[in-house]
């Protein structure tokens, strides 16, 4: 990976032949719905890939927000990456325990930091276990490292934002939710949400843009899901989901078709579908 030319995925195979490298610094970001029952710090603790430290979502978030995991200000980010070892001139690569879930989500946040210099593992932590690569239950060794950020506030979106966008059409909002969330007819996991999307959006979910080894599909097949979805390629994206943890996956997959300009809308639906003065729609994405 170079800063000039970023790679956006990495392989199992490129990621184990290079793991002794000093520039190197491996992430894991799993991350887990309250549902499913899973502590992802407890799984990292019992088994993650050699070297890798744990990068917690939620606490590594604005803690003075009411929503779930908001991009921490700039100076806590520098902070915990410090502490974490993480420094200037470093590679990253991040992966996370379902395949490709949560790690997209801090590959975003990373580059809202201006860091770019990083890649998410393609399939993750069940692939690289399915391939019978190594793991291990020791922690790193952290030491302080000097890291610098600077916050692109072009890579995020806000509530006002985005109810400017749906009123102007001047972006397209993209929702990475399941259809059944997004037409409303499933019930929200978080309480107090409205079921349902903003005014105007399209629907890719991000299971679309996977294959069933939770690889990233090829660019061709991310092109097709979103025009499929009438989404035009050409024009401005804003993406969204429940929490902004999968509107990540779109973003990433965005980037790889080297769209020219698409921000994440932090609050997503725990935000939007919160408020009773925001507008919503129900029904399935129009075509």
């Not at 990540?248 to 003065?277: M, N, Q, V």
Request: net charge negative.
């Amino acid at each position: 990976m170079s800063q000039s030319d970023p790679q956006l995925l990495v392989s199992t195979d490129w990621l184990e032949r290079h793991l002794g490298a000093p520039d190197l610094r491996v992430l894991d970001a799993s991350w887990y719905l309250p549902s499913e029952g899973r502590d992802a710090r407890r799984e990292y603790e019992e088994a993650h890939i050699p070297g890798a430290r744990f990068f917690d979502i939620d606490d590594i978030s604005d803690a003075k927000s009411e929503l779930p995991h908001m991009a921490p200000p700039v100076e806590k980010f520098i902070s915990r990456m410090r502490a974490m070892g993480i420094g200037d001139g470093h590679r990253v690569v991040i992966y996370d325990g379902a395949g490709l879930f949560s790690a997209a989500r801090v590959w975003w946040l990373f580059r809202l930091f201006g860091k770019r210099d990083v890649a998410v593992l393609d399939g993750g932590l069940p692939k690289w276990r399915a391939e019978g690569r190594p793991v291990e239950d020791e922690l790193p060794v952290l030491r302080d490292r000097h890291f610098t950020a600077r916050r692109d506030a072009g890579l995020v979106k806000d509530v006002t934002q985005v109810a400017q966008a749906a009123k102007l059409e001047e972006w397209q909002i993209v929702d990475a939710r399941s259809p059944a969330r997004f037409a409303g007819e499933e019930a929200e996991a978080r309480p107090g949400l409205r079921a349902g999307h903003i005014p105007g959006a399209r629907n890719v979910h991000y299971k679309d843009l996977l294959k069933p080894n939770g690889t990233m599909k090829d660019v061709d097949a991310l092109r097709a899901a979103f025009e499929a979805a009438g989404v035009d390629l050409s024009r401005p994206v804003i993406t969204s989901c429940g929490s902004g943890v999968t509107a990540a996956i779109l973003s990433l997959a965005l980037e790889r078709l080297d769209h020219p300009r698409h921000a994440l809308y932090d609050g997503s639906w725990s935000e939007w579908g919160k408020y009773p003065d925001l507008q919503i729609e129900t029904g399935p994405a129009r075509s």
